[in-house]
Structure formats: C-alpha cells, structure tokens
C-alpha cells in the first residue's frame, strides 16, 4: 500500500467532499497509478487541472506516483504566469471555442449572443460531444463530470451551479472571455457568423411593422435568420451590460 498527501486549490475543490476541501489530505492506493488517474480517482477532472507538483516539482500527467509524494493540485491559472513549469494539458486553445453538453441550451444561447463560437444540439450523445470536442478543438462544457474524465477530452470545464446567467459569468470568468465579447455578431439559433444586409434584399420577408420601423438589417448566411433591433434586443443589452459588469 502507497500513501501520499496531496492537496487541491482554488476551484477544484468544489469535486471534493467537504473534509477534503483546501487541505492536505492522506490516499492510500495500490499498484501503479498515473497522477492523472489518481486525480481523477479522487473525483476532479482531468481538463480542470492545469498544473501538478509532486515534491515542488511540475510533472506531465503520465507521471507514476511513488509512495511518500506530496502532491499540489491546481486549476487552470488565467493570470499568474506559470510558463516555466509544465502545463499537464496542451497549450491552452488561443481563441476558446467551445461544445455544449445537450443540458445547457439557455448557456449556449448567451454565448452566442456575445459572438463566442458555440456548437450546441439538444440531441449530440456523450461520445459525439467527446469527439468534437477532441477533433475541432473545442472546450467541452457540461455538468457531468463522466464526460469529462472521457480520454478524449483534453480541453473541458465543469459548470457550476444551475443558473444559466452565473452559468455565462462563471464561463466568462474561467476562460477570461470578457474582452472577447462581441454581441449580436452571432446567430443564436446556428451559430452562424451575422452579416448586415440591406432592408430591400429581404424587405419582402418582413411583417409591415418591421418594415415600417426599423432600417438596419443582419442576416445569418448559414440559416437565412433575419435580425434587426426590435423590443427584444433592448432587453439583451441590458442582460449582457449586468453580465459584462461582472469581470471583476
Ligand atoms: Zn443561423
């Protein structure tokens, strides 16, 4: 039997029951064990962790813990520069794009409503999302942290809590996406890139109303949606100001 003490920081130990949480703790384990996999043994996803020292050393996650290490898990760092030591994921995605799990339709929508590049279905399977998740380069977003320890997954994120605008916030704030925002550039319904379109192109498929009041026109080129800024866009403004707020 091989014991070690390891410790969690920061966010990661929202996965852990709370005895375990922001200490150092003792596991005992059996035979040849990857850091990765002793981790994930403990509840934490592999894709929320970006850095491991065993005894003040940075290891990849093929490391094989040896009795007696002691161990600092930590999540991904968005501000402290930690570029010396080793990432255990690959480099982080430059430009974050991301997969929704099939739950988070109401996130999915936000996100594209502030122009970050979001791939949703509400009937992708768990081994659909893994694999576009691994082949496009996307961050898999989901609630459920099977999918996440998936092998597949290099790049992933477990959302907190039920709330789909502390949801947006939290993801906001993981990835640092605030400056990156760029609302209304985004279909909501096909994540389609928004270009303006001129009011007598598509002037015949308006109701009376709109064409009467409004002049400026976006149209999606992937599914052909109209939008202009009606009553409702007023109202998003409003929920992506209260958001943007939030940055600190
Ligand atoms: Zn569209």
């Known amino acids: 039997m091989n014991q070690v003490c ?4 920061a966010e990661l130990n929202d996965f852990l029951p709370t005895a375990r949480r922001q200490k150092t703790f003792a596991h005992s384990f059996e035979g040849r064990v990857s850091i990765k996999h002793l981790i994930e043994s403990l509840g934490v996803p592999h894709p929320e962790v970006d850095l491991v020292l065993v005894n003040g050393r940075s290891v990849d996650f093929s490391y094989i813990v040896q009795d007696g290490d002691r161990i ?9 520069n930690i570029a010396p030591l080793v990432r255990v994921r690959p480099q982080p995605l430059r430009e974050p794009r991301f997969v929704l799990d099939t ?23 768990d081994e659909e999302l893994a694999q576009i998740s691994s082949q496009e380069g996307r961050i ?11 092998n597949q997954v290099t790049h992933g994120y477990c959302v907190r809590g039920t709330n789909p605008r502390h949801q947006l916030v939290g993801v906001l704030r993981r990835f640092d ?26 002037s015949h498929r308006l109701e009376p109303k709109t064409r009467q009041y409004y002049d400026e026109f976006r149209i999606c080129h992937a599914c052909d949606q109209i939008y202009w800024k009606g009553s409702h866009y007023e109202r998003m403004q409003q929920f992506i100001d209260n958001v943007l707020a939030q940055e600190a």
């Not at 390891?6 to 920081?9: E, G, L, P, T, V």
């Not at 760029?182 to 096909?190: K, L, S, W």
């Open 177 to 202: 996406l605030f400056q990156m925002v760029a609302p209304f550039t985004r279909c909501i319904r096909c994540n389609g890139i928004l270009q303006p379109v001129s009011k007598q192109a598509i």
């Open 140 to 150: 898999l977003l989901t609630r459920d942290r099977g999918l996440l320890k998936r």
């Open 6 to 9: 390891i410790r969690f920081y």
């Open 72 to 80: 600092s898990v930590y999540p991904v760092f968005e501000s402290l």
């Open 103 to 125: 739950h988070l339709g109401r996130l999915a929508a936000y996100l594209r409503m502030l122009g970050i590049d979001t791939v949703y279905r509400n009937d992708f399977a």
